[in-house]
């Protein structure tokens, strides 16, 4: 059976205009991963209340009767809820969850928007209609921005929902209707697992619900590949009101999964229990990286003194403001584009981004003063090998001016709005290019963006080995990575 869905999804991924994938934010289901993540709920019995919102034409639904139907559960009845709110997949919605057609199954498939059914019937409306509590859900949800003001936004923000996207929002919301016990499984981007937009997001989760497993695709165009979406997806696995313990985490390359991996680990590895942001991390491997081993990097950028922030010039902002080129009244204003491995390149003549800002009464609170600083791209490229990219900005670069603007796609350390001792700034981009930090960065950060709250929830080493690895880097030419791992685990070892 699960062939025949198969069949009839790639052919509407081949047909569907790019478009309208983007509207609904939906992209189906591989049958390989339905199949897999139909695999992961636990063993049961009894009558199954099972919701598949946003499900497309049944794939993730058809592997999970398919399961039953071959004896995976035992349970006597099922009922399935298989919300979709685009009409013009009904039909082979319909044709797919008839297939499993019995007298111990009922299906009903809605056409309404999930979200305000979902919302109206936790609030318990006159006029909403009635949601069982589920015990199985398994979800593909649209990926999409939810706008702050939107109908959406206002009708989650009464349940004490607060969330930035549609795919955290159908999370929120299937966990919210979960009976007790309930088993969650959902296949979603891995964005939500740091930054500050997806806080509350994670606050709801984990206060409601038990990690039981996380799978990664290796691969950023494994779990979608019809459909050519770059995106670093994760399935989960959540139990609505478990007690936390242990979570199994597993790894592939692909849809496949003909390499999977296992291992369990402590909840301590996925949510560390200092930290205030909740991020959670996806350790690929049973052995602790050797920076988690090394009792010399344990300090935050508070225990060191050290400020990171994101670049405050949002030029759309002040573009009357800009200039092409420098001039007087201006003051230099860096992009990404000025940075290289080789150093800071200023002015850049023809380059698409302005050169300067000026300097007057409405951008003076805009500008640091001239000095050393540490910067960080806070957007990556998706094909870069590294996640982090560091580099010192020198005031030599600039002559004798007194201020810099920084543009908000960099990330800058700094004391108090101020340059840092030419050594430590130097310190910081070493240890920020070390290859050991980067993977330690990957364990949570599962997009292209490197934000100042993920710098912040880094672990540093202290301000003596920072300096010394500055001094070091301020004798050397230009850097490989292999002389920067190699200096860098010879001095905090």
Same mark, same amino acid.
């Given at each position: 059976?699960?062939?025949d869905v198969?069949?009839?999804r790639?052919?509407?991924?081949?047909?569907?205009?790019?478009?309208?994938k983007?509207?609904y934010?939906?992209f #189906?289901?591989p049958?390989?991963?339905?199949?897999?993540?139909a695999?992961?709920?636990?063993?049961?019995?009894?009558?199954?209340?099972?919701?598949?919102?946003?499900a497309?034409?049944?794939?993730?639904?058809?592997?999970?009767?398919?399961r039953?139907?071959?004896?995976g559960f035992?349970?006597?009845?099922?009922e399935?809820d298989?919300?979709?709110?685009?009409d013009?997949?009904?039909?082979?919605?319909?044709?797919?969850?008839?297939?499993?057609?019995?007298s111990?199954?009922?299906?009903?498939? +809605?056409?309404d928007?999930?979200i305000?059914?979902?919302t109206?019937?936790?609030c318990?409306?006159?006029f909403?209609?009635?949601?069982?509590?589920?015990?199985?859900?398994?979800?593909?949800?649209?990926?999409?921005?939810?706008?702050s003001?939107?109908?959406?936004r206002?009708?989650?923000?009464?349940?004490?929902i607060?969330?930035?996207?549609?795919?955290?929002?159908?999370?929120?919301?299937?966990v919210?209707?979960?009976?007790p016990?309930?088993q969650?499984?959902?296949?979603?981007?891995?964005s939500?697992?740091?930054?500050?937009?997806?806080?509350?997001f994670?606050?709801?989760?984990?206060?409601r619900a038990?990690?039981?497993?996380m799978?990664?695709?290796?691969?950023?165009?494994?779990?979608?590949?019809?459909?050519?979406?770059?995106?670093e997806?994760?399935?989960i696995?959540l139990?609505?009101?478990?007690?936390?313990?242990?979570?199994?985490?597993?790894?592939?390359?692909?849809?496949?999964?003909?390499?999977?991996e296992? +291992?369990?680990h402590?909840?301590?590895?996925?949510?560390?229990?200092?930290?205030p942001?909740?991020?959670? +991390?996806?350790?690929?491997?049973?052995?602790?990286?050797?920076?988690?081993?090394?009792e010399?990097?344990?300090y935050?950028?508070a225990?060191?003194?050290?400020?990171v922030?994101?670049g405050?010039?949002?030029d759309?902002?002040?573009?009357?403001? #800009?200039?092409d080129?420098?001039?007087?009244?201006?003051?230099?204003?860096?992009?990404?584009?000025h940075?290289?491995?080789?150093?800071?390149?200023?002015?850049i003549e023809?380059?698409?981004?302005?050169?300067?800002i000026e300097?007057?009464a409405?951008?003076?609170k805009?500008?640091?003063?001239?000095?050393?600083?540490?910067?960080?791209?806070?957007?990556?490229?998706?094909?870069?090998?590294?996640?982090?990219?560091?580099?010192?900005?020198?005031?030599?670069?600039?002559?004798?001016?007194p201020?810099?603007?920084f543009?908000?796609? #960099?990330n800058?350390? +700094?004391?108090?709005?101020?340059?840092?001792p030419?050594?430590?700034?130097?310190?910081?981009?070493?240890?920020?290019n070390?290859?050991?930090a980067?993977?330690?960065?990957?364990?949570?950060n599962?997009?292209?963006?490197?934000?100042?709250?993920?710098?912040?929830?880094?672990k540093?080493?202290s301000?003596?080995?920072?300096?010394k690895?500055?001094e070091?880097?301020?004798?050397?030419?230009e850097?490989t990575?292999?002389?920067?791992?190699?200096?860098?685990?010879g001095?905090?070892i």
């Amino acid at each position: 059976m699960l062939l025949d869905v198969e069949q009839a999804r790639m052919r509407l991924s081949k047909n569907t205009d790019a478009k309208k994938k983007s509207q609904y934010g939906q992209f #189906l289901t591989p049958g390989g991963t339905a199949a897999f993540m139909a695999g992961l709920f636990p063993s049961a019995d009894g009558t199954c209340r099972l919701l598949d919102a946003g499900a497309g034409i049944g794939s993730l639904a058809a592997a999970f009767l398919e399961r039953w139907s071959f004896g995976g559960f035992g349970f006597q009845r099922v009922e399935v809820d298989a919300f979709e709110i685009d009409d013009s997949l009904h039909s082979e919605l319909m044709r797919t969850l008839y297939k499993f057609a019995s007298s111990r199954l009922s299906v009903a498939v +809605h056409g309404d928007d999930f979200i305000h059914t979902a919302t109206d019937a936790l609030c318990g409306g006159l006029f909403s209609k009635l949601l069982p509590r589920y015990t199985h859900v398994i979800l593909n949800p649209p990926y999409k921005k939810i706008n702050s003001n939107s109908a959406h936004r206002l009708a989650l923000r009464s349940i004490g929902i607060e969330t930035v996207n549609l795919y955290s929002a159908f999370i929120a919301l299937a966990v919210a209707l979960a009976a007790p016990g309930g088993q969650i499984v959902a296949i979603i981007p891995r964005s939500f697992c740091n930054g500050p937009y997806y806080r509350p997001f994670r606050d709801f989760i984990l206060e409601r619900a038990a990690i039981r497993h996380m799978h990664l695709f290796e691969s950023r165009s494994a779990a979608f590949k019809d459909d050519a979406v770059l995106q670093e997806n994760i399935i989960i696995r959540l139990e609505r009101g478990g007690q936390q313990g242990s979570v199994m985490v597993s790894t592939s390359t692909d849809d496949t999964f003909a390499d999977l991996e296992t +291992h369990e680990h402590p909840f301590g590895r996925i949510v560390f229990p200092d930290d205030p942001e909740r991020f959670i +991390h996806v350790p690929t491997t049973p052995e602790k990286h050797a920076i988690e081993l090394t009792e010399t990097i344990c300090y935050t950028l508070a225990d060191l003194c050290i400020n990171v922030s994101t670049g405050p010039v949002v030029d759309f902002r002040l573009k009357e403001h #800009l200039r092409d080129m420098p001039g007087e009244g201006s003051v230099p204003l860096l992009y990404p584009g000025h940075l290289s491995s080789t150093g800071t390149t200023w002015p850049i003549e023809g380059m698409k981004k302005p050169n300067a800002i000026e300097r007057n009464a409405d951008t003076e609170k805009w500008l640091y003063p001239s000095g050393f600083y540490c910067v960080v791209r806070r957007f990556s490229s998706k094909e870069e090998k590294r996640r982090i990219v560091a580099n010192v900005v020198k005031p030599s670069a600039f002559g004798d001016v007194p201020v810099l603007g920084f543009e908000n796609h #960099l990330n800058l350390f +700094h004391e108090n709005k101020r340059g840092l001792p030419e050594a430590l700034a130097h310190g910081l981009a070493v240890y920020l290019n070390t290859t050991a930090a980067d993977e330690i960065f990957r364990r949570f950060n599962g997009h292209t963006q490197v934000n100042a709250t993920d710098l912040k929830a880094m672990k540093y080493p202290s301000r003596e080995i920072l300096i010394k690895l500055g001094e070091w880097a301020m004798q050397q030419g230009e850097l490989t990575q292999s002389m920067i791992d190699e200096k860098f685990w010879g001095i905090a070892i």
